[in-house]
């Protein structure tokens, strides 16, 4: 299995997810983004159309899957207390009994930007 990766594109206000995740959701139609503020976790799951804030992925996507994301990442910045608009890769943990995949966002690496 690759490794599943997130990406927080705090500027563009996007997430991006790699191959890695959409593989170990078994490519679903539409996934989820929960939030645990306690543990300041993300856990993303495949789910159906008449889950809340379910976010379609469309049958043409292919990986990485961009997600626009301006409200969530706004409430991701605040959880976790970053105050600069670098983006963040996060590696995800799969959970089978769960069906989904753990993002530790303290874990979170910065990005630094490249010039160029």
């Known amino acids: 299995m690759?490794?599943?990766i997130m990406t927080l594109n705090l500027?563009?206000?996007?997430?991006l997810l790699?191959?890695?995740?959409?593989?170990?959701?078994d490519w679903p139609r539409?996934?989820?983004?929960?939030?645990?503020?306690?543990?300041?976790?993300?856990l993303l799951q495949a789910c159906s159309m008449e889950d809340?804030?379910?976010v379609v992925v469309p049958e043409e996507s292919s990986a990485p899957f961009e997600i626009s994301a301006r409200a969530f990442l706004k409430r991701i910045r605040q959880l976790v207390g970053w105050t600069d608009k670098l983006p963040r890769l996060c590696?995800?943990?799969y959970l089978p009994t769960h069906q989904a995949i753990r993002f530790h966002l303290e874990n979170a690496?910065?990005?630094e930007l490249v010039q160029g």
């Open 11 to 15: 500027a563009d206000e996007s997430i």
């Open 109 to 111: 690496q910065p990005l």
């Open 91 to 93: 590696y995800g943990e």
């Open 2 to 4: 690759n490794q599943m």
């Open 52 to 54: 809340q804030q379910a």
């Open 18 to 25: 790699n191959k890695g995740v959409l593989e170990a959701l």
């Open 30 to 42: 539409q996934i989820q983004l929960l939030i645990n503020k306690d543990e300041k976790m993300l």
